[in-house]
């Protein structure tokens, strides 16, 4: 697998201070979602959620801590709480996983997982976000919300600058990502379950 050198990561935090001052997404006045924390919200939402991924024929959540691979809510939750804990053995790194939740109606639309620093293997795939929206609420600007919600969170724990990864194929991640201060740093190959795919490396300033 390969790694990105100190180098590289401090060459892409400052050109992402420099470069996302200027391209810093705008402040809306009131969001439609708000973030909560995945233990906090029931069972019975969570797995309504997972189950619209699965009926609409995709097999992974990306940023919810393997959601998709579980067919039962306590082992999942559990999961999540042991990578809320530094140092852990299942990512090695502290995370915190939010549930996008829509203000008007209480639905969970998405989630998001915020990874407090970077391992070697999240340089080179995952970085310090995962975020998926449920497909049928798509399209809305809910992943934007998401990430803005996320970066201010990660800003308060003095989080200078955010890594984020993307397929090069995936167009709404990667304008997501750009509409909030998000700066190319590289694309190069990498392995991924025995595939080799094309990942972009992004920087959003926190700064």
């Known amino acids: 697998m390969c790694n990105l050198s100190k180098g590289v990561e401090e060459k892409g935090i400052e050109k992402g201070r420099q470069e996302g001052k200027r391209k810093c997404c705008r402040k809306m006045p009131m969001s439609n979602i708000k973030l909560i924390s995945a233990e906090k919200e029931s069972e019975e939402k969570i797995m309504f959620f997972r189950k619209s991924f699965i009926e609409a024929g995709e097999s992974t959540i990306n940023g919810s801590r393997g959601l998709h691979h579980f067919e039962h809510y306590n082992e999942w939750i ?23 939740m829509r203000r008007i109606d209480n639905k969970i639309i998405g989630c998001i997982e915020l990874r407090h620093t970077l391992s070697e293997d999240l340089k080179v795939l995952g970085g310090h976000v995962g975020f998926s929206v449920t497909p049928k609420e798509r ?69």
């Not at 999540?80 to 996008?100: F, H, S, W």
């Not at 990430?147 to 709404?172: F, W």
């Not at 509409?179 to 700064?207: D, P, T």
Request: glycine fraction near 8%; include cysteine.
């Open 78 to 100: 559990k999961k999540v709480k042991e990578c809320e804990r530094p140092g852990n053995d299942i990512l090695g790194v502290q995370a915190t996983l939010y549930m996008a």
């Open 139 to 207: 399209k809305k600007g809910y992943a934007t919300e998401m990430l803005r919600q996320v970066m201010e969170k990660a800003r308060s724990l003095g989080i200078p600058a955010l890594m984020l990864t993307c397929d090069t194929e995936n167009a709404a991640s990667k304008r997501t990502i750009m509409k909030c201060g998000g700066v190319l740093e590289k694309v190069r190959s990498i392995q991924c379950h025995g595939e080799e795919k094309r990942c972009e490396y992004y920087w959003i300033s926190l700064c």
